[in-house]
């Protein structure tokens, strides 16, 4: 097997030109009987048995190592040094993601604590660095058999089944270190605002602020040119400005963002010192709005149909981590060759490098919370706390229109009936929507739904009749209860919202060499296949009740045979007959 590396920069939003990634070779050990802590792993004197690649799990086989049994304890120990030109400045250690929870020492001193499977973290490790070698070690613990923890479509059992796959413990993003000054950027939110021509900054810095006259300047740029530079004072770790977009919009369309024209801005930060430069870190954002008026989903003010497919982001050799960034960029690509306008990422925080491909490319994506399966005390923090950090961390990418914190009762199984697990609904939707008010938000994708700015629903219906009468009329499409499930929660009437089908199809088709798997309903033959996919689209984009759609799903993944495509990205039928039947043409 070629040894497959992922070393391009791992955070889009907000790049820094020195870093130093740490993927590739690890030392890695199983802790089955939960001895390394007590043994003192920690301190680098155990003798580690394999290795590793990362960011691959485990469990993957582009890691090397490709075990799917239990193993919920893992370490990993780099050695590394530091480049001389980082000298004098601060070391930043970065992991992407690691599944679930984490403790990082670097030389044996305890410096990161972690939990929460799918969000970044970082560490400060300059003080204890040493010249020479340096080690890092990583303890991972991972909870297989745990229904309380936000974990998607990862299996509770040893062999995946159904709907639900391989799991992922451990490291699986890109781990890296970045030398900044004492006094530097932490991090920017960037919020459009179409109406005024505006966008606002708000940067959050680090560091001491008392060392000199603090500025940040920022420059803007369009394809180029330059659309606005600024200097101002830097009086507190959390500074605000709204600029002005000094630039001709043809008639508010040629600048701004969406899947048909994704024009980005370029941004450039500078902090400054008394009037030296300490830091620099360069983003982008995309002028655009998605709201609801009189009933109706707009995008930059107008009236917008979403197109969607459900995208799990499996990949059949690395599990939740793409071999390379081009198999990212590939998807998105696919997507939109097919005729869909979006994606909604299904169970999964999808890797930063996918949303900037869907930022650059031009493809709308739907933010999902992966769900757990058990309703605790315990559990409604776990998944509170994280999905706060998954808002903090993908809030600048203009694809994003939707944040989805609850698919089909998934944690909250009982919320047709149970107070507790309706407000923790209610909590999620408000919550999210508090940290941003600028995206729609489902409260609980599919059915049961509670307070939401979209009525979202998933039927599995394959007759074309049956179809075309249910999405008739709202009345109709409201009573249906497709799976024998409420759409809404009794005490939380239709208000008016928005009605789209985020979750049909799901036609099985073996392709390849595949010789049997899961599906929602069944194709014989590419003919039968394409009939049956212009059945289920077809009355769905007609209706004049919905005003999107999200068909059941973009690939096969591993056993699940319900894709367009085959797990390894290869179209079952010829991508121009999906896309005509997109466009509402019978084939």
Partial sequence: MTVTKRNEYPRPQFVRKEWMSLNGEWDFEFDDDSV??????YRGGHDFSRQIQVPFCYQSQLSGIGDTSFHDIVWYRKNFSIPEEYAGRRLILHFGAVDYEAKVWVNGCLVAVHEGGHTPFHADITDVLVEGDNTVIVKAVDYSQDFTLPRGKQYW?????????????????????????????????????????????????????????IQL???????????????????????????????????????WWSPEKPNLYDIELTLLVNGQAVDTASSYFGMRKISVEDGVVLLNNRPYYMKLVLDQGYFPEGILTAPSDEDLRRDVELTKEMGFNGARKHQKIEDPRYLYWADKLGLLVWGEMANAYKFTENYAGQITREWIQVIERDYNHPSIVAWVPLNESW????ILIDKAQQQHALALYHTTKS?????????????????????????????????????????????????????????????????????????????????????????????????????????ALSSPVLQGICYTQLTDVEQEINGLLTYDRKPKIPLEIIRKINEGQQP
């Fill in 435 to 539: 940290l941003d008010t600028t995206r729609l938000v489902i409260s609980n994708d599919g059915w049961e739904l509670v307070k939401t700015d979209l009525v979202t629903i998933h039927d599995y219906e394959w007759r074309r009749d049956v179809l075309e009468d249910r999405y008739s009329s709202v009345d109709k499409t409201l009573s249906a209860r497709p799976g024998n499930r409420w759409i809404l929660v009794p005490g939380f009437p239709y208000e008016g919202q928005p009605i789209l089908l985020t979750e049909f199809g799901g036609i099985s088709f073996k392709k390849g060499s595949l010789q049997e798997g899961w599906g929602y309903s069944g194709a014989s033959s590419d003919e039968d296949f394409i009939k049956r996919l212009a059945d289920v689209v077809l009355p």
């Fill in 36 to 41: 390394g802590e007590k043994e003192g792993w």
């Fill in 217 to 255: 300047k920022s420059v803007i740029r369009f394809a180029g040119e330059l659309v606005s530079e600024d200097i101002f004072s830097v009086s507190g770790n959390n500074e605000f400005r709204r600029i002005r977009l000094q630039d001709f919009n043809d008639h508010h369309l040629g600048r």
């Fill in 411 to 414: 944690g909250v199984t009982d």
């Fill in 157 to 213: 059992e040893e062999e995946s089944m159904g709907i639900f796959y391989t799991r992922t413990t451990g490291i699986w993003q890109t781990v890296w270190l970045e030398p900044v000054s004492e006094t530097h950027l932490k991090r920017i939110r960037l919020t459009p605002d179409i109406d005024t021509n505006e966008i606002a900054l708000q940067a959050f810095i680090q560091g001491p602020l008392s060392e000199g006259k």
